[in-house]
Each structure stands twice: as C-alpha cells, then as structure tokens.
C-alpha cells in the first residue's frame, strides 16, 4: 500500500546492488555490512542489497544484511524466472520486512536481440514470477527493465498484469539513461491515468545517469505522483552513475515549496555516508560534486565571500551543517584532549566504544606529533582504520618492515619482511624484488613471501587532506582466481600505505581460499530458467 501520508516519499538505496555491481566499486560482505549500518541510520526506508544468484558472495552478504539490520526494508533483486526468485527469498527471509524485487525487460530492442521473446511470453513470465515471488513475501515489486523505451501501451499492459499478480511496488526503470524530464513525466501521467489499480500500489522511480539527467528524471516523476525514489550514494552506479541520493533529496528538502514531498533521511548524515562509501570503495567524487563535494560549500570569489560574510543566504541555497558539513574544518591539535576527539567523532555520526575511542585517540595524538594540523578527514580516516581494524585482526601476513628504492636511470627494486600468524614470535620472512617503480617491486616482494600472485587491475593514491604532510590513503583492486578483491590502507607515508593495502588484499584473498575449503559445494545456474 503507498504511504498514508501523500507527500512522504520512500528512498529505496540500490548503492549495494546497482551501485555496487559497477566497476571501481565493490564491496566485500564486511563492507556491505557496515555500509547497510551506516543506510538505515541514515534513515532510507529500503536498501537493495544484493542479487543473491549472482554469486554465492552476493547471496551470503544479502541474507547476513537480512539478519543485521532491521527497520528498513530489505530487498533481493530476482529476474523473471523460479531459480532466482526462491534464491532472493531466501536471501532475505532473515529480515523482518523481507522484499522480492523481480524484473523482466519489456521494450522492443530487448525483446528481440536479448530474450527472443514475443509480447504474450513477456506477460505470462510477469504474471508467473510476480506470483511466485508472492508466493514467498507479501512485499513484491516489479520492474519492467527499459520501460523507458517500451511502447506505451504495452507497458501499460504489463504494469497492469503485474499489478493484477499482487505486485505492490511498481518500478519504472530508464535503464539506458535515455530520458528526458517531461518525456519520462509522461509516461508515469500515462500509466497513473490508464493501469487498473495502480493506485494500490507504490509507483517508483529508477533512473540512469548517461545524459546527466538522473535527478531531473527522478523529480519529474516524483512530481507527477511517483513516491519511490531509486537512488544510490554518490549516484554510483551502472556506466555513469544512478540517480544520486544525496541529490535528490536535497532538491526535495530545499525546494520543498515546489515539490511539497518530505522523506526520512537524516539528511545531516549525507555527507558522512558519502565519505564512509568513498573510504569503503576508494571511490573519489569530484570535487565539485553537487552536496557532498569538497567544493560544494566553498566560495573562492571575493564578491561571494563578502555577501556570505553579511548573510549566508546571499550564495548559499543550504547550509553546511545541514548535509553534516562542519564549519570550521581544523579542528584539533596535540594539545587537544579525549573529550574534544569525543565529541568530533559524535558530530562526525560514528558511535565508538570506550576501547575504539581510546585506539583513535592514541593514534590521533601519534598523527598530531608527525603532522602540523589534523583535519576532520585525517580523523575521519583513523576511525575508519580503527572500524576496518577488526577483520585485520584475523589475517594471516602483518607487515613488518619494508625498503624500496627508486630514482632516475636506476634499477627499482623493494625488500620486504612479513610476520606469519602462525610463526613464533620474533620471526619474520623476508624476500625482495626488482619492479617497474618501487609499487609494483613491493607488490612483488609480497607475492613472493606470500605465495599469491595477483593481478592488479586497479591502484590509486590520493591524500586525504590538501597539506604537505597530508596522510595518504592507497586503494587497490586484483583479481584472483576469477573474482575481484579489493583493499585499503593509510599511513603517512605513501609506499607503506600501498603495501599495506596490497597486503590487505592478499590477506582477504586467502581469508576467501579457507571459505571455499569449507564451504560445501554450492551451484548456482546461471541460465534463466522458466519459471515452474
Ligand atoms: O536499470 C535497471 O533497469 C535496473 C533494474 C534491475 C531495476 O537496475
Ligand atoms: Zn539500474
């Protein structure tokens, strides 16, 4: 049923399944969590959090999501046929507001060249998978892939039988990005005025960033009476992006006079989750990303800076602290004591325990001592590490020493030396490599002692502050054995931070070899398969 209220909007979250399923962003079951933590505190009311047939990793981080995380809705994307409905089911049967999100494409281009199916064989799969997702829980929604380019009248037509089947979300997805705002406010005017029922259920939104039109799309339909909204953190998503979350609920908020809708984030948060998705997946927003770019809220012109100095609103539409930026942004020095890190880290919206605190700080103090000014983001970066800490805990290689050598017309070469959980205290094993550039040599003297040979197929540095001695956070991706892993460090030196996240990666690729070795075998077909 939609919401009693008409003006609240549900914000469904797909940055787990939409999001995560793009290139340069993927999460392991540790991070999915703590990213799901971070979206119900952030207040959506769905998170998509996986397509459980995909992969067993898929299935097993959305049913511990299932598990974990109660209030929001949880939902499981499924295509249109038994085999992935009954894995979604179970995938979130733990969760106490459990949603089935099964989708079939309807437009002509995909009828033709992807599923060789005619208009009837589109409606009897509809029919049947809506009702065999029915079968499982009472919270199904249906997407119609690439309604955006289906002939009305026939996507008028599936939309009514799906919501004949018992579908209650009706999803209308620009898959492709190809959209306009009054072309895609038409069709959902189109379907409210014509589909039989439609008012019994929740008209949503799904919408592609390809011409930069996501959010517009998405207000244009939210405006013609569309209350779910799809959407992702930092709009990540599929090719250039989903529509983004941050964005369009701030057009929403600001612009309250024009849509009159209201949704549940907490919208101080936006911009901690953004950054918390940023660490997680060393996925960088451009500085000038609207709401939670590192630009958005400075003025530079002295013309600007004059008129903020005697009123605010002459340049500014929202206030900082309104997306969770602070004001001032140097915030603590080494002087400073435990109950000034205590509330930066509350103001910031984590919750540490007595122990985390007292780990952040004494790291806090260590950067303090090495490090002029400590920024909110180095303090940001310690209470990830600190949050990141406790699967480090259990890896089998810690690094304890390392040289490399660098310089014009001169041979690189790095030397490593690495603890072994399992070897008596006081021995290290060391190996050295030559390489193009002391990364790749260090990369090199780790697979040695390590045994793991990966390939890298994404390395990036950054600084998470603009200083000098900014600390500097290392991210990289390998793929191994067919699956991709990613990790990260931060140290203030550059070249520890990079062989700290490589090894991180080579740790979480043998944490992944001893779950295979127990795991008992699990198939998962990967061919559609007609529904029963
Ligand atoms: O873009 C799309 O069509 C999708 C569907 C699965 C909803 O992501
Ligand atoms: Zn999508």
């Known amino acids: 049923m939609p919401p009693t209220d008409p003006t609240r909007v549900i914000v469904f979250d797909t940055t787990l399944r939409d999001g995560e399923q793009s290139p340069g962003c993927s999460m392991n079951l540790q991070e999915k969590l703590e990213m799901a933590h971070q979206l119900k505190n952030l207040g959506v009311d769905v998170i998509e959090a996986g397509f459980p047939i995909a992969s067993p990793g898929d299935f097993e981080s959305v049913r511990e999501i299932a598990r974990q995380i109660h209030g929001p809705v949880i939902a499981g994307l499924a295509r249109c046929n038994a085999a992935d409905i009954d894995r979604a089911a179970e995938a979130v049967k733990p969760s106490p507001n459990p949603r089935i999100h099964v989708f079939l494409a309807t437009s002509a281009i995909h009828r033709e060249f992807k599923l060789k199916m005619g208009r009837e064989e589109i409606i009897k799969r509809t029919v049947e998978g809506v009702k065999r997702a029915r079968d499982h829980v009472a919270d199904v929604e249906f997407s119609p892939e690439d309604a955006s380019r289906t002939e009305l009248d026939f996507l008028a037509e599936v939309v009514e039988r799906a919501v004949e089947a018992g579908a209650t979300t009706l999803n209308i997805p620009d898959t492709v990005g190809y959209a306009v705002p009054e072309h895609y406010a038409e069709i959902i005017r189109h379907l409210k005025k014509t589909v039989r029922g439609i008012d019994k259920c929740v008209l949503s939104v799904h919408c592609h960033n390809d011409l930069g039109l996501a959010v517009a799309n998405s207000l244009a339909a939210l405006k013609e009476g569309a209350r779910q909204v799809e959407c992702t953190i930092n709009g990540i998503g599929e090719r250039a992006g989903n529509t983004a979350l941050e964005e369009v609920v701030m057009a929403m908020r600001t612009r309250n006079d024009h849509y009159g809708l209201t949704t549940g984030i907490n919208t101080q948060l936006l911009c901690p989750t953004s950054r918390k998705l940023t660490a997680l997946t060393g996925m960088q927003v451009q500085r000038n990303k609207a709401i939670v770019g590192r630009n958005a809220f400075a003025h530079e012109a002295g013309i600007h800076q004059d008129g903020m100095l005697k009123n605010a609103n002459t340049y500014e539409i929202m206030r900082p602290d309104d997306v969770g930026i602070q004001k001032t942004e140097l915030v603590l020095g080494k ?61 089998v290689w810690t690094l304890a020493g390392f040289t490399s050598t660098a310089g014009t017309g001169s041979q690189t070469s790095a030397a490593v030396s690495l603890k072994h959980r399992d070897d008596p205290p006081g021995r290290v094993r060391r190996d050295a490599a030559p390489g ?26 950054r600084a998470v502050t603009q200083d000098i001695d900014a600390l500097g956070e290392a991210h990289v991706e390998i793929e191994h054995g067919g699956r991709r892993t990613s990790g990260r460090a931060t140290s203030l030196d550059v070249i520890e931070a990079s062989a700290l ?3 991180e990666v080579i740790n979480r690729v043998l944490q992944q070899r001893q779950r295979d070795r127990l795991k008992p075998t699990d198939h998962v077909p990967t061919n559609v398969v007609p529904v029963a």
């Open 436 to 461: 193009n550039g002391p990364i790749d040599a260090l990369f090199k003297a780790i697979s040695r002692v390590t045994g793991v040979e990966a390939k890298v197929v994404d390395y990036r540095v």
């Open 335 to 395: 002087h400073s004591g435990r109950a000034a890190l205590r509330d930066r880290v509350a103001s910031m919206g984590y919750t540490l325990t007595d122990e985390q605190l007292n780990r952040v700080f004494d790291a806090f103090k260590k950067l303090a001592d090495a490090k002029k000014e400590v920024f909110d983001a180095d303090i940001e970066t310690l209470i990830e590490g600190e949050l990141h800490a406790a699967e480090g805990n259990r890896y």
């Open 501 to 503: 996240a490589y090894l």
